[in-house]
């Protein structure tokens, strides 16, 4: 059974940090290339920052450029995002999403989501 889990979620103040972790299972994770969406309320959900499958290379939202990190742990079968300098405009659900490379291709998964609020 596939799963993506993220965790680390939570309140901020402006300014603050976060960093989200998103466990996979049930799939071969070094075949994926790792993304993190968000979706604010009444809007689209957007890219943040995608990762290659062996953590070559990355990608980011020009919104989050100098402030987000992505990374990944292949062995621990988990991607993260390092949040930096929040601002209330980064309050929303935040989704991590598998993206089958190689024998996988065509393969996509989602996680159900965690909320990040960023408010004084």
């Known amino acids: 059974q596939v799963q993506l889990m993220e965790s680390g979620g939570g309140l901020v103040q402006p300014g603050g940090s976060l960093r989200l972790s998103c466990a996979g299972s049930g799939f071969t994770f070094n075949n994926y290339a790792m993304s993190w969406y968000r979706q604010a309320p009444g809007k689209e959900r957007e890219l943040v920052a995608g990762?290659?499958?062996?953590?070559?290379?990355?990608n980011y939202a020009d919104s989050v450029k100098g402030r987000f990190t992505i990374s990944r742990d292949n062995g621990k079968n988990t991607v993260f995002l390092r949040m930096n300098s929040l601002k209330p405009e980064d309050t929303a659900v935040y989704y991590c999403r598998a993206d089958g490379r190689r024998a996988e291709l065509g393969r996509l998964y989602w996680g159900q989501g965690t909320q990040v609020t960023v408010s004084s």
């Open positions: 990762i290659a499958s062996r953590g070559g290379s990355t």
